[in-house]
């Protein structure tokens, strides 16, 4: 049974960082498909970035040019580097692959 489990996020000022990690147990195969999303009150989900089926990194609008994602298969893990954080940032970030998905961590920005 696969289970994933996000840890790395807090409370932090505009302009700082913060570093998820999305740890991985049970038979996932690899890394590539593994996706951050992130769910800020009264709002949809919404997808943050992936690694993609071959390997490539991807990211929506929110994320570019602030946010990196990498990981390593040997670990089963995926990290969210967050850097220049923003107010609008604040939201719960789950990980997800295959549509299981992770309980999440909370990143509270603060201006």
């Known amino acids: 049974q696969v289970q994933l489990v996000e840890s790395g996020g807090g409370l932090v000022q505009a302009g700082g960082s913060l570093r998820l990690s999305c740890a991985a147990s049970g038979n996932i195969g690899t890394i590539n498909g593994m996706e951050w999303y992130r769910q800020a009150p009264g709002k949809q989900r919404e997808l943050v970035a992936r690694?993609?089926?071959?390997?490539?990194?991807y990211y929506t609008n929110v994320a570019k040019g602030r946010f990196t994602i990498f990981g390593d298969n040997d670990k089963k893990t995926v990290l969210l580097q967050m850097n220049s954080l923003k107010p609008e940032d604040t939201a719960i970030y789950y990980c997800?692959?295959?549509?299981?998905w992770g309980q999440g961590t909370q990143v509270t920005v603060s201006s």
């Open positions: 690694i993609t089926s071959v390997g490539l990194e």
């Open positions: 997800n692959k295959d549509a299981i």
